[in-house]
Every structure is written in C-alpha cells, then in structure tokens.
C-alpha cells in the first residue's frame, strides 16, 4: 500500500508541476489572462458587486450563482485573475485526488492511481482551470458529492 500511495502522490505532484508550468506560461504569453470579456466578463463583474455587498436584489442570475460567489471570495481578499486561475488549479488538483481516492476505496489502490492518473491527465479540464469559467467549480463539486454519497452508501 505504501508504494501505491507514493506513485498516487508522485502523480498527483507531477500533475500540479505541469499545471504550474501550463498557469505561467497563460499568464505570460495570453491577453485573456489580464483581462476578460464574454461570459468571463459577466462573472467578474457579477463577483465584484458581490464583493462589495451589492448582490444583484431581486434579479435572478442568468446562470447558477454559486461560481460568481465563488469569484466573489477571491475578489473580497483582492485577490485578481492569477488568484482565481491559481485556486481554479488546486481545486483541479483536489478533483483528481478525490476521484483517485474514490475509485481506490471503490476498486482498488492500483485502479485509483490510474484515475487520478487519468483524469490529471486530460488537457481540456487542465485548460479550463485557466479560464474564468464555472466548470472547474462544478466538475469539483460533482466528483466531491458522488465520493461523499459513495462514502455515506458504505457507512448505511
């Protein structure tokens, strides 16, 4: 078990090396890494009046609420885009370690570390934790909620 879990960490390490790498090189070489437009833009603008206690009063969101709050926490501790763009990673990051560890209790040690191995693997999630977009947020919640309903499934 001890070495499964070294290679699990290993992979998990390596993973946040390269999305390290991938973030810096967004920030330095990409326009959209300063400033926002789109449905980006919406976001951020919708966090900043949140941060500053002006949320949107009995209009309803055009989308789920729950990213430009999430954005809105970020913004309220002055943190900028390189902020949102560096949790975004680490939530990445948590996503492929919570799936890796379900499908470890589920399956097994080795099947875990292929699916986190996997999942780290895949660019578009990679990519999109260096956009100004929900998806993040939600692939975390999604895979944090089925772990968590597996978890309570075994214990009931």
């Known amino acids: 078990m001890r070495k499964t879990a070294l290679i699990f960490l290993a992979v ?6 390269i999305r390290a790498a991938m973030l810096v090189d967004f920030c330095e070489s990409n326009p959209l890494s300063k400033k926002v437009g789109g449905d980006a833009a919406f976001y951020w603008e919708s966090a900043r009046l949140i941060a500053r206690g002006e949320a949107p009063a009995g209009e309803p ?11 809105a926490l970020i913004r309220y501790f002055d943190g900028g885009l390189v902020a949102v763009f560096v949790v975004q990673n680490l939530i990445h990051l948590a996503t492929g370690m919570i799936l890796g560890l379900a499908v470890w209790r589920k399956l097994g040690q080795l099947e875990g570390t292929l699916a986190a191995a996997f999942f780290l693997s895949l660019m578009e999630p990679a990519f ?10 939600q692939l975390f919640l999604v895979v944090s909620l089925m772990a968590a309903a597996d978890g309570f499934h075994k214990r009931h």
Do not use: D, E, I, M
């Open 12 to 17: 998990v390490l390596v993973a946040g090396g």
């Open 61 to 71: 969101f055009q989308t789920a609420p729950l990213y430009p709050y999430f954005l």
């Open 128 to 137: 999109l934790a260096n956009r100004l977009l929900p998806s993040t947020l």
